[in-house]
């Protein structure tokens, strides 16, 4: 053991200052290069890292140019008769320098896999950027920012060539561990190089080992807290029976205007409607912009030009400038997987949005309320990752409610459950929705979830409206081909006008009586599978005989795949598509071809 154990001292604290300088500089840096998405980013993401890259000596040389006394650092210190050149200082810095680079990509990649979707949610519930670092980003990047933290720490124990070019080895002032490794393997003192080699293994592999051991038990306690709450959960028993009262707490003269346009280099949003119903479904196929929109409204993304208002508040008007970012919107935006901070509790999670200075008396109290209303009650203390899937839905639905929004956005909320939850869940949804009495928007790609919950309709395709209405009018006489196949209209054909009240349809191969004034700009005519009408009377209008050509079975129904006036040559070779019950097609399939089949003029969809 050497006499001198000054290195060691001089190390702990050169590292330890330098890690305090790069824990801020780097998690700052992180931070903001996470949200960069300027020209420069490539260029000041490479200046970051260069210390990782370049060897410790030429980091060093262009440390000595740069604090030296010729050097722009070291001509304005000398004005102050400082140096930082062959001090302890000069060490600090060295070592801050190439353990910078450690700090700031793992916390940029600790950070980067945090859900998106979690810092949106937070926005629109009205969190500021501050508080969306502390209470959401910081916390679930946190293990990763320690191992961070502990790397940088070590990486600046063992830094060498730079700190021997701008330090120097002063023994006793800027003499580091692995320059007395060093000098003393050059000395022959072999001894004292394998102490300090040693001292330097087992300060930094502590430090990791340490890390590992307190993730370990972090996650643990986790697992444990969660059984331990549900036991308490268990034994509780509730003293009285809250009535049931309105999920939201104010009630709004509701009044959506939105009149955007989004250019992407892929797509083109260009949607205008004014709505105050409850709710509006927005129907469309995947890519049609219905999420886009929401997004717009909700603040996360900025409209190219346009005007979006709210209960006579303006959220977005590009010729005005105005752009209110979404803590300030009052919307509540549930998005598809449903974005619950998994770091938080049920009821820490629905508190987030609560209005900030209620005492924690009123919280539990607000708190209590949404899960009874949503018939969760008891579940406060359980994670996100302790629930079901339909849980965690209500649970989020709750969170957006107890934030009091003007505006309620439903980004596709069943798409992550199974078919029985599905139905179970629905049902929910529209008793909730029922008592709700802002703006509800409802995203979709379901027709039949959007006929259930949505009175109203907007069904978009490739980013405008291609019809905007009341369910029943857009099932049943649907403007275009398009808004006709989204809302589960199987057959199509062309359609040539004979007469007022007569059309041909060329693809069919058969001329249709139609009841209805034809339009002069009909394009198409079309008819539902379950529509289409099965008969023994031949002499009726719009009757045809009829093949089968194959099925389609599904639990309950047959879907027939149908050749007028002729038998069929293949299997592609058809005219229409019906659909009967099974039950229905047990007592007829072994009749004998041709049956007949009838398209009641009722039926008969005309589209331009």
Excluded at 225 to 243: H, K, L, N, P, Y
Excluded at 271 to 277: A, G, K, L, R
Excluded at 298 to 322: C, H
Excluded at 470 to 486: L, N
Aim: neutral net charge; proline residues 5%.
């Amino acid at each position: 053991m050497p006499l001198d154990l000054s290195p060691l001292w001089i190390s702990l604290k050169t590292s330890l200052l330098a890690t305090v300088i790069t824990f801020f500089l780097g998690l700052a840096a992180a931070y903001w290069m996470l949200g960069y998405d300027g020209k420069a980013k490539s260029f000041i993401e490479g200046i970051f890292v260069a210390p990782l890259i370049l060897p410790p000596t030429v980091v060093g040389f262009l440390l000595l140019l740069f604090f030296g006394k010729n050097g722009p650092v070291g001509k304005l210190m000398e004005r102050f008769d400082f140096t930082v050149v062959f001090t302890w200082y000069g060490a600090a810095i060295a070592a801050t320098v190439v353990s910078f680079p450690l700090m700031y990509k793992t916390a940029l990649g600790a950070l980067a896999q945090i859900d998106t979707n979690l810092l949106r949610v937070g926005r629109t519930l009205g969190a500021n950027e501050s508080t969306i670092f502390w209470r959401i980003s910081l916390p679930l990047a946190l293990p990763g920012i320690v191992a961070a933290t502990t790397l940088a720490f070590a990486r600046a124990l063992g830094e060498f060539g730079a700190t021997l070019m701008l330090a120097g080895n002063i023994p006793g002032q800027t003499q580091t561990m692995p320059m007395a490794i060093y000098f003393a393997v050059e000395a022959g003192a072999m001894e004292e190089a394998w102490f300090w080699a040693i001292a330097i293994m087992i300060i930094s592999l502590s430090g990791i080992i340490a890390v590992n051991f307190w993730q370990e038990l972090r996650e643990k306690g986790r697992r444990r807290d969660g059984v331990t709450r549900e036991e308490a959960r268990q034994s509780r028993q509730i003293g009285q029976e809250r009535e049931s009262s309105s999920l939201a707490a104010q009630s709004f003269n509701a009044g959506l205007y939105v009149d955007i346009e989004k250019r992407l280099p892929s797509f083109h949003l260009q949607i205008s409607f004014n709505t105050n119903e409850q709710p509006l479904g927005l129907l469309g196929g995947s890519g049609a912009g219905k999420s886009m929109i929401l997004r717009c409204i909700a603040g996360i993304e900025t409209p190219t030009k346009g005007r979006i208002v709210l209960n006579d508040r303006v959220l977005f008007d590009s010729e005005k400038g105005i752009n209110l970012p979404s803590r300030d919107r009052h919307i509540g935006f549930l998005v598809q997987n449903y974005a619950l901070f998994p770091h938080m509790t049920v009821a820490q999670n629905i508190a987030f949005g609560l209005p900030k200075g209620l005492s924690t008396a009123s919280i539990r109290v607000q708190v209590e309320e949404q899960l009874l209303a949503m018939q969760l009650q008891g579940l406060g203390d359980r994670y996100p990752h302790q629930l079901s899937g339909g849980q965690q839905q209500r649970i989020a639905l709750a969170r957006a409610l107890a934030s009091q929004p003007e505006a309620l956005l439903l980004d596709e909320p069943f798409s992550a459950l199974d078919t029985h939850l599905r139905s179970q869940l629905e049902q929910q949804m529209a008793k909730t929705l029922a008592n709700y009495q802002g703006v509800t928007l409802f995203v979709t790609h379901n027709m039949e979830e959007a006929y259930r919950l949505c009175p109203n309709l907007l069904v978009l395709e490739r980013g405008e409206t291609a019809h905007h209405g009341s369910k029943y009018e857009i099932f049943q006489r649907p403007a275009t081909v398009g808004v006709a196949q989204i809302t589960g209209c199987k057959n199509f054909s062309h359609a040539v006008i004979q007469s007022l009240q007569q059309v041909e349809a060329t693809d069919w191969d058969c001329t249709l009586q139609i009841l209805e004034p034809i339009n002069s700009k009909l394009s198409y005519i079309g008819i539902r599978a379950h529509q289409i009408l099965f008969t023994k009377d031949p002499n009726q209008e719009n009757t045809f005989k009829c093949w089968v050509v194959r099925t389609s079975e599904t639990p309950h129904r047959m879907t027939l795949f149908l050749k007028l006036h002729s038998a069929a040559n293949n299997s592609q070779d058809y005219h229409l598509q019906a659909e009967v019950f099974k039950e229905k097609w047990i007592t007829m399939k072994d009749q004998p071809f041709p049956w007949y089949v009838r398209l009641d003029p009722l039926c008969l969809i005309l589209m331009e």
